[in-house]
Antibody, heavy 118, light 112 residues
Framework: QVQLQESGPGLVKPSESLSLTCTVS??????????WAWIRQPPGKGLEWIAS???????YYNPSLRSRVTISVDTSKNQFSLKMTSVTAADTAVYYC??????????WGQGTLVTVSS | QTVVTQEPSLTVSPGGTVTLTCASS?????????PNWFQQKPGQAPRALIY???NKHPWTPARFSGSLLGGKAALTLSGVQPDDEADYYC????????????FGGGTKLTVL
């Protein structure tokens, strides 16, 4: 079955950029009707949707994060990625990648903790 | 900035019934918002329970049900079990030129 696995640095310095990749296995990222998403959860706090992308590249963003975030997809590697610039301690969170944020086929990865600290 | 509001905490006795709600700052929640519900236990990733108001995933226990109630999305647990103690999150989809999803702040459900 389809599985999602997040990868990337667990520690990022303030003011630098955070880059994460989600590898999709057991199925093609080009599957129709799916949007691939990033969601995060600061320690002890709630969930926040960051962005979603279709395999064609069509994307949409959380308005409050739009200026710092880029989501991209690499169909040749069956991966999609997140880049967030100018990070601060407030960006410390568990970052989840997901197939569809909600809906009948929603599927989430296990998450990866990213800590922003010098 | 769109805000989705849930009860911060609720307490229910084992075997009881409890309803969690999910409200939108833009007005009444309808099917166009595709409300979803997730359950999260400590140290675990969220698990999807309900999608598009009422629909259950194959793994969703029968005691969980979704609905619209008084302009809000609602999640009802009937015959609550101790294992249902968890955080519950709703998420709503806002369409349009800048489509986006917004999660509620979550409800901490205590079974006591």
């Amino acid at each position: 079955q389809v599985q999602l696995q997040e990868s990337g640095p667990g520690l990022v310095k303030p003011s630098e950029s955070l880059s994460l990749t989600c590898t999709v296995s057991g199925g093609s990222i080009r599957s129709s009707n799916y949007y691939w998403a990033w969601i995060r959860q600061p320690p002890g706090k709630g969930l926040e949707w960051i962005a979603s992308i279709y395999y064609s590249g069509r994307s949409y963003y959380n308005p409050s994060l739009r200026s710092r975030v880029t989501i991209s997809v690499d169909t040749s590697k069956n991966q999609f990625s997140l880049k967030m610039t100018s990070v601060t301690a407030a960006d410390t969170a568990v970052y989840y990648c997901a197939r569809d944020t909600g809906g009948v086929d929603t599927l989430w990865g296990q998450g990866t903790l990213v800590t922003v600290s010098s | 900035q769109t805000v989705v509001t849930q009860e911060p905490s609720l307490t229910v006795s084992p075997g009881g019934t409890v309803t969690l709600t999910c409200a939108s700052s833009t007005g009444a929640v309808t099917g166009e918002y595709y409300p979803n519900w997730f359950q999260q236990k400590p140290g675990q990733a969220p698990r999807a329970l309900i999608y598009s108001i009422t629909n259950k995933h194959p793994w969703t226990p029968a005691r969980f049900s979704g609905s619209l109630l008084g302009g809000k999305a609602a999640l009802t647990l009937s015959g609550v079990q101790p294992d249902d103690e968890a955080d519950y999150y709703c998420v709503l989809h806002y369409g349009g030129a800048q489509a986006h999803w917004v999660f509620g702040g979550g409800t901490k459900l205590t079974v006591l």
